[in-house]
């Protein structure tokens, strides 16, 4: 699938939960976000997916603050398989005024931005959850590629208390260090 439909089916379903976003009470997000802390990349543990991210492996989310205020994000992951290509998408976020930094308005293809919730955050900035008041998506992430059990119990129960069904968050295989291009057409021969 070429980026271009890769980000058109993306743009497609969060309009449709965009639509569906008025039977659900207002996400509550985080108080504050320091914008220079959470930028960097941030590794996807858990997800209640989009299409596009349904079989995501070694999915990672990178944030970098433009000179304009707005977040240039790279979204890379690997279809099915750590063997797979490597897919990017290149959205921009764009912070609500008066939202202490927590809530985005991330734009696949203008003129249309998403709400993205920074739902939680831990106060050293290493876990964190984004969702939406949809409840259609949400995103467990870490600065590592693997948390503790623990950290992932307790971070799936944050998500269920923010009205999101267990039964619908899929774990994000991250295997690493990945195989490097020459060794994956070598094997692949």
């Not at 890769?6 to 743009?11: I, K």
């Not at 299409?51 to 790279?74: C, K, M």
């Not at 063997?83 to 249309?112: C, E, L, Y």
């Amino acid at each position: 699938m070429s980026a271009r439909r890769l980000a058109r089916s993306l743009v497609a379903s969060l309009a449709l939960a965009a639509a569906g976003c008025r039977g659900h009470a207002q996400l509550a997000p985080v108080d504050h976000v320091d914008l220079q802390r959470f930028m960097g990349d941030w590794y996807v543990i858990a997800h209640v997916p989009s299409r596009p991210e349904r079989s995501a492996v070694n999915a990672i989310e990178g944030y970098r603050l433009a000179e304009d205020g707005t977040i240039e994000t790279t979204f890379r992951y690997r279809e099915g398989s750590v063997d797979a290509p490597v897919k990017t998408m290149r959205p921009r976020g764009f912070v609500r005024a008066g939202s202490g930094n927590a809530v985005w308005g991330m734009q696949f293809i203008w003129p249309i931005r998403a709400e993205y919730v920074i739902a939680y955050v831990d106060p050293d900035y290493q876990q964190t959850i984004v969702a939406r008041s949809a409840r259609d998506y949400a995103w467990i992430m870490a600065r590592t590629p693997t948390i503790p059990e623990a950290d992932y119990a307790r971070l799936l129960a944050r998500l269920e208390g923010l009205g999101y069904a267990p039964s619908r968050v899929r774990r994000v295989p991250q295997q690493w260090p990945e195989p490097r291009d020459d060794q994956r057409s070598s094997t692949a021969r």
